[in-house]
């Protein structure tokens, strides 16, 4: 069973930085293409970022451009989330996924992935 597990959540001032971890467990990461998405409250969940399986594609909603960065240590079976300059609109519940379709392009569907981990809860505020 595919199971992934989402940290480094919390309260951050408008402007600060956090770095969240999904890390796998059950199965070998390193195969999977691996998608970051939220969810605010009243709000359906959106795309964030997302890596292919060796790393060297990358892709990102327009709204964390330049500001989020998604890696990969396939060695530690675990995917991050860099999060800097942070605003209150990033506020919400981050989930990662796996899309089951090996060497399929990243892209930000939520259709793509499954194996839903339980989410962490990130809240910009002053």
């Known amino acids: 069973q595919l199971q992934l597990v989402e940290s480094g959540g919390g309260l951050v001032q408008p402007g600060g930085s956090l770095r969240l971890s999904c890390a796998a467990s059950?199965?070998?990461?390193?195969?999977?293409?691996i998608g970051w998405f939220r969810q605010a409250p009243g709000k359906e969940r959106e795309g964030v970022s997302c890596i292919s399986s060796s790393g060297g594609s990358t892709n990102y909603a327009d709204s964390v451009r330049g500001r989020f960065t998604i890696s990969r240590d396939n060695a530690k079976n675990t995917v991050y989330l860099q999060m800097n300059s942070l605003k209150p609109g990033d506020t919400g519940i981050y989930f990662c996924?796996?899309?089951?379709?090996?060497?399929?392009?990243?892209?930000?569907?939520?259709?793509?992935?499954?194996?839903w981990g339980q989410g962490t809860q990130v809240t910009v505020s002053s």
């Open positions: 059950g199965f070998t990461l390193a195969y999977y293409n």
């Open positions: 996924a796996a899309d089951p379709v090996l060497f399929r392009r990243c892209v930000l569907s939520r259709a793509d992935f499954g194996s």
